[in-house]
């Protein structure tokens, strides 16, 4: 019966491998930020969309252009008409002045003027014609610029590639200690390739231009040049050079580690993204769900024993740390390392290697208590700017996609997930009551007396609370009671001063003396006295 909970209790965690795995079906790993489809396959999704948007422009260009030029001839044919009209006007007037004038009249005469106004008419005939020109032939280039990668385009001159070579000053004093070592290494690699390396450190020189010079293009486009370098460089390093695979790989990750040391600021959660709308939304999220107890997610993870909360301290820690690279193959590191302790925790806690079925509900709960800093910016920079053949295969991509899988997950977490029900998980998250804390007096001897004192205080507060909330609302019954009792007692008297109205009779007569109504006082005896004897 037990086994059978559990199982039901995965049920809202749990997630098929398969579902990790390209919708393609190609056998590489998948990402939600690609929909579903690994690096290749998007990028083939993504070319046929462009290629069918950028022919649809194409299209839209060679038809403006033939619609100004149209109408250009038109306005030509209508404006040679009046000339010749106006020229003709123009030499029977000069034909009528006399030749007997300076210099500085004939300056001045009106065929001068004539003459002037009408260079000046045929200048601006002439830009406008221009004008329509290059306004059609502009658009036609920056198609063509959309449609060719950077590094395919016409090469720059000899200034700009010294201007390149000699920055500016202020460039130079912004350049961080980690630039100028990561540079000094990968000159210092590329020595080994000797010839290949001259041609890959011109070929990364350029690539750097290039992106300087397309600032304004979007991140998505921005990342489809790198992706495209990428590729270009690793089949020229395959087929040109005859470098090994092995040495391929190592090349490649150096590329990257140079290029995205210089554009890590430019092209990492740019403004023109909501990436920090998304990483604030997650940050909200993660701290609503503080209460989420390793129980509810079913973690095969026991943090009363050392060596496993060891692991789970190393793993927050690296998980956080991601934060801190600059290279997008450093970032995959920290995550790497991170699901390898993880895996280490489950398998100190269980006697026995972890499964993908543990491995998930764990990874979810190191973030919700990580909470990790720009976790989407980093996703989203990983994503666009890694080498893709690391996200495709091998660990990192696997570690990589159940991160995301994570993320999605605790974006949807609902009660249903939790085994919860909908009344508790609402209370839980608009922090009206807490989850039942573990009794201090059933931790082990080694926990420590600070976490003993901890959840001591979180079970104080939580009576606290509820003696409170219980305190307001007997008060607010008292209170209710106090205002119906006033009602009652006022309505009764009413009642029956209306049923016993109130009578005010006349003032009575004094009442007389006792005697004085006896006439016969007077024929009564005096009062005896008092007599004394001697005796």
Request: hydrophobic share 30%; net charge neutral; glycine share 4%.
């Amino acid at each position: 019966m037990k086994k059978m909970s559990l199982k039901s209790e995965r049920r809202g965690i749990h997630v098929d491998q398969s579902e990790l795995l390209c919708k393609k079906g190609c056998g590489y790993y998948g990402n939600p930020a690609w929909q579903g489809f690994c690096s290749k396959c998007w990028r083939e999704e993504y070319h046929k969309a462009r290629q069918k948007q950028i022919q649809e422009d194409w299209e839209l260009a060679e038809r403006l252009q033939r619609e100004e030029e149209e109408a250009y001839a038109s306005s030509q044919s209508t404006q040679g008409a009046q000339s010749l009209t106006f020229s003709k006007f123009e030499e029977k007037k000069t034909n009528e002045k006399t030749r007997k004038v300076t210099t500085v009249k004939k300056f001045f005469t009106a065929s001068s003027r004539t003459g002037a106004k009408k260079v000046a008419q045929e200048n601006i005939v002439k830009q406008g014609q221009l004008g329509r020109e290059r306004n059609a032939d502009n658009i036609l280039r920056d198609l063509k610029e959309i449609f060719t990668p950077s590094w395919e385009l016409a090469s720059p001159t000899e200034a700009e590639i010294q201007e390149a070579k000699a920055p500016s000053p202020s460039i130079n004093r912004q350049a961080s200690i980690e630039t100028d070592r990561v540079s000094k290494e990968f000159i210092e690699f590329l020595k080994t390739y000797h010839k290949p390396g001259q041609d890959i450190y011109k070929q990364c020189k350029l690539f750097l231009d290039a992106m300087n010079h397309k600032r304004e293009l979007s991140i998505e486009e921005q990342s489809e040049c790198a992706q495209d370098f990428y590729q270009n460089v690793a089949e020229k390093l395959q087929t040109r050079w005859k470098v090994p695979p092995e040495k391929v790989e190592k090349a490649m990750d150096q590329i990257e580690k140079y290029i995205m040391t210089r554009q890590y600021k430019y092209v990492f959660c740019p403004e023109t993204t909501d990436d920090e709308k998304k990483d604030l939304a997650v940050q909200k999220r993660i701290r609503a769900l503080h209460w989420v107890t390793p129980q509810m997610l079913c973690v095969p993870v026991n943090e009363e024993i050392p060596e496993v909360s060891d692991m789970v301290v190393k793993a927050i820690t690296d998980i956080i740390e991601m934060d801190s690279k600059r290279v997008p193959r450093d970032k995959l590191a920290c995550i790497t390392k991170c699901s390898k302790h993880i895996f280490n925790a489950i398998k100190i806690t269980k006697n026995e290697p972890a499964s993908a079925d543990d491995f998930l509900p764990t990874l979810i709960y190191i973030v919700l208590k990580g909470n990790p800093p720009r976790l989407q910016s980093n996703i989203q920079y990983i994503t666009r700017f890694c080498n893709p053949s690391r996200l495709m295969t091998g660990e990192d991509g696997y570690y990589f996609t159940n991160l995301c899988c994570a993320v999605a997950f605790i974006e949807k977490l609902d009660a249903q997930s939790l085994n919860l029900s909908q009344e508790d998980f609402d209370r839980f998250m608009t922090g009206q009551t807490s989850p039942k804390k573990q009794e201090s007096d059933s931790f082990s001897p080694d926990v420590c007396l600070g976490v003993k004192q901890m959840y001591k205080n979180l079970d104080l507060l939580s009576q606290l609370n509820e003696r409170q909330e219980r305190i307001v609302s007997e008060a607010k019954k008292l209170e209710k009671d106090l205002i119906d009792w006033t009602d009652g007692i006022t309505k009764e008297v009413q009642d029956i001063v209306e049923k016993y109205p109130l009578e005010i009779k006349p003032k009575n007569q004094a009442l007389a003396a006792i005697d004085s109504e006896n006439v016969e006082n007077d024929k009564l005896p005096p009062p005896l006295q008092p007599q004394v004897y001697a005796g």
